[in-house]
């Protein structure tokens, strides 16, 4: 077992309280080594001034001896920034755990990322299962530090993946759910790339067409590079027999005068027609290379992985480049970085003139670019996913009493049995299962119930298992069996003054799109809550009829709330495809109570009056 894995079944706030009180004794440790690094730079400096002062004033020694503390000096520097990192590193970890441990306390809104970025209206469930937002889905389930990470986990909630993803997810999930170090470690890792890393840039950048050709190109730069090495000799000869130390003929001197003159003149030209490529390559580079050093930790660490499922030895495999690891192709770049900024040495400038040093360069960077430019996009959809994957392998670790669902591919018009499913993002101490069966002959439930009675929350519970079950996730339920689903709900439709649209006008929009969806090649999972609720009685009793059939005749299934029992009243004619389902509620000490529990049938009284006159109106 490697450090750090951990059976599935250990209880997540002991491993999490274990390994944050590792990283603050290491951060305790740390900071004492701090303050002692600190004290003895303070010490070489003051011996180094002690020593100048009595190099100078008594004449006692010599001043040679200053450089005996300014090389301890420099020593403890280059030690005090390794620990500093090191020390932000744990930091990181610390503030990992502290995050962790949140999420099992239920006091993790508002402290992750709430995706709020891709939240559409039009999305035809991401509003209404409250996927993104504060204390929503992506918040609870992210831990990615990436943005890569983060759209890639967003765009799995956002869409059904075909079941064999979702089974090859699941697998890789299995597989990194004990892995608690790998999961802190990419997401230490991955802080600084946070907000500097533009991921369609980057990977633009690298498949990009080359802006210097390579074979003219080439050839003219050595050549050109030749003859100012020639001219570069002819400085030297020209210096050595204005100093005597050659002699010359006027002819001689000449012939290397005007070498030189061609040299200085045939590089400027060269150089002048192709400043404009040249600084391009150079200035993209310089961007792409800090990008790719924000991520190189995360790579370098993905590379050492050996992973057993499909899905992570696939994303493992895809980082290599010509069968070589990225922390060798990104090393390469980097070399080239570090000789670009040779150019500001004097030196360099002078033989800039004879060399033709940065179009040298340019020519290399266009060469890595070409055989390792497009691995760039595989190195981050790598990560992104394996991120997502992390995401999802920590809900689990963090949850160990959730499960894999079923997913089956019969039958073709869609089903879903649940036994005891909850809302994941309700405290488990505070959560009430159900029991929930829909498909086959049965391909509607109308639920009824009392305000407050938790007709929202079941549409909710069962449209966000269903996300997370077809994003490879696992769900909270006893058992989860369904067929792949499209979902289409309508729970929190909202008017809108910019496009000058009512609530109702926005619920029917919306119900065309849930309609429309039937066309598509998945049965539809349809959730609506108080159908047509923002009409009469007597129109929302005939509209829900016809809409509901036509649904259930189109192969959709799912189910419907209401207050109006009228709507009731549909399940006689859809034949034996509809029931009817309630909530209820009672009255203690003056007080509602709801126990949440789904029954058969319709509910039978509601409590708008006794809720009205708890809150001090006078019925």
């Not at 891709?118 to 204390?135: S, V």
């Not at 309508?490 to 006008?505: E, K």
Request: net charge neutral; glycine share 6%.
């Amino acid at each position: 077992m490697r450090k750090w894995d951990w059976p599935i079944m250990t209880d997540p706030r002991r491993v999490y309280s274990q390994l944050l009180q590792e990283c603050r004794a290491g951060i305790a440790r740390r900071e004492e080594r701090h303050r002692a690094l600190g004290y003895l730079q303070l010490a070489c400096a003051l011996a180094a001034l002690a020593i100048v002062w009595v190099a100078l004033a008594w004449r006692a020694s010599s001043i040679v001896w200053v450089f005996v503390p300014a090389a301890a000096f420099t020593a403890l520097l280059i030690v005090h920034g390794r620990l500093l990192r090191a020390l932000e590193l744990r930091r990181r970890a610390a503030r990992y755990f502290e995050k962790a441990l949140a999420r099992l306390d239920g006091a993790w809104p508002g402290t992750g990322e709430p995706g709020d970025r891709y939240l559409d209206p039009a999305h035809p469930y991401a509003q209404d299962l409250d996927l993104f937002g504060k204390g929503s889905l992506f918040e609870l389930l992210s831990t990615a530090r990436t943005h890569i990470g983060e759209e890639t986990l967003a765009r799995w909630l956002l869409a059904p993946a075909a079941p064999a993803d979702v089974r090859a997810r699941q697998e890789a999930v299995a597989e990194l759910q004990p892995r608690v170090d790998l999961r802190e470690h990419l997401a230490v890792l991955a802080e600084e790339a946070r907000a500097g890393v533009d991921p369609v840039s980057l990977a633009e950048w690298g498949e990009a067409p080359a802006l210097l050709e390579s074979g003219k190109y080439r050839v003219l730069l050595w050549l050109l590079t030749a003859v100012g090495l020639l001219g570069f000799a002819a400085v030297w000869v020209l210096a050595f027999n204005a100093g005597h130390v050659l002699a010359l003929s006027s002819r001689a001197a000449a012939l290397s005068r005007d070498l030189l003159l061609l040299a200085l003149l045939a590089n400027r030209w060269f150089y002048y027609r192709t400043r404009k490529q040249v600084d391009a390559v150079v200035a993209a580079v310089e961007e792409a290379a800090h990008e790719l050093g924000l991520i190189s930790g995360i790579l370098q660490r993905l590379e050492r992985e050996r992973f057993q499922s499909a899905l992570l030895a696939r994303l493992r495999a895809s980082l290599d480049c010509e069968r070589e690891p990225p922390s060798k192709r990104l090393a390469r770049l980097n070399r080239l970085l570090d000789l670009l900024d040779s150019r500001e040495n004097i030196f360099v400038r002078v033989l800039e003139l004879f060399i033709l040093w940065t179009p040298h360069l340019a020519l290399k960077v266009e060469d890595w670019r070409r055989h390792a430019g497009p691995a760039v996009r595989r190195w981050l959809t790598a990560t992104g996913e394996i991120e997502a994957l992390c995401s999802l392998a920590c809900h689990a670790f963090e949850h160990p009493a959730d499960l894999f669902p079923e997913l089956i591919g019969e039958p073709a018009s869609g089903l879903l049995e649940a036994e005891a499913i909850g809302h994941p993002l309700i405290p488990e101490d505070r959560m009430v299962r159900n029991d929930v069966r829909i498909g086959d002959g049965l391909r509607l439930l109308v639920v009824s119930g009392s305000n407050m009675s938790g007709k929202s929350t079941l549409l909710r519970t069962i449209g966000v298992n269903a996300v997370l079950a077809q994003a490879g996730a696992t769900v909270r339920a006893r058992r989860l069996r369904l067929s792949p689903l499209a979902v289409g709900a309508s729970i929190r439709v909202v008017d809108s003054l910019q496009a000058g649209t009512s609530r109702f006008y926005a619920e029917i929009l919306r119900l065309r799109q849930i309609l429309e969806a039937t066309r598509g090649p998945l049965p539809v999972l349809f959730l609506i809550d108080e159908f047509l609720h923002g009409t009469n009685s007597h129109d929302r009793r005939i509209g829900a009829e016809a809409l509901v059939r036509s649904l259930v005749e189109r192969g959709a299934m799912g189910l419907i709330t209401t207050h109006d029992l009228a709507l009731a009243d549909i399940v006689p004619t859809l034949d034996g495809r509809a029931a009817n389902v309630h909530f209820e509620d009672r009255i203690e000490d003056g007080r509602m109570r709801f126990d949440y529990v789904m029954r058969p049938g319709v509910v039978r009284k509601s409590n708008t009056i006794e809720l009205m006159r708890s809150v001090g109106l006078e019925i």
